[in-house]
């Protein structure tokens, strides 16, 4: 049984931003500045999965990083939107291009500027150390901090949800 109060039968495409979502908010720097995001298995694994299930999976991010895009299109994800200084119009158009209703569309997200693409979708979600005007309007605050597993948390429900948890042909590989 989900801890999530929506149908998440109904969930087709789920939308993450990276820093403090799939990644931890404190991001170390390499000697250049270049910030260097940690990863977590556990969100790779449910991501990749998720791919394979059909469920619709995309990255919204203000970053511009060749790592984010590499990371995320080795598991899969072919949808990934960076150096998104506004989100909605990135999401609108991936909806629209996707032919998703909104109330079939999960955001993850975890500060301000995710405020205004979440008003645009059925589900929201947030992680546990979500700035506060993102806690007051998600639907579901995960009990993981971003960065250390909210990505995995949600995706398992989804496909528990849809019967392609432990099921899928594709469940016990990468």
């Known amino acids: 049984m989900s801890a999530i109060n929506y149908d998440l039968k109904k969930i087709r495409g789920v939308v993450f931003d990276i820093d ?7 991001i170390p720097a390499s000697a250049e500045g270049e910030p260097l995001r940690m990863v977590n298995i556990k969100d790779g694994y449910a991501l990749q999965l998720a791919v394979k299930c059909g469920l619709g999976i995309a990255i919204i991010t203000g970053a511009v990083s060749r790592g984010v ?13 960076t150096g998104a200084s506004r989100k909605v119009e990135p999401l ?10 909104p109330d079939e569309v999960a955001y993850v997200g975890d500060d301000v500027p995710d405020y205004e693409p979440m008003q645009c979708v059925g589900l929201k979600v947030a992680p546990a150390d979500a700035c506060i005007d993102i806690k007051e309007i998600a639907d579901y605050i995960s009990p993981v901090n971003g960065g250390y597993g909210v990505g995995r948390d949600l995706l398992e429900q989804i496909l528990r949800a849809r019967g392609q948890w432990l099921t899928h042909e594709n469940a016990f590989g990468w």
């Not at 609108?92 to 209703?101: H, L």
């Open 92 to 101: 609108t158009a991936w909806i629209g291009a996707r032919g998703f209703a």
């Open 20 to 26: 403090g979502v799939l990644s931890p908010s404190t």
């Open 69 to 81: 895009e590499n990371r995320y299109r080795a598991l899969g994800i072919t949808d990934i939107y």
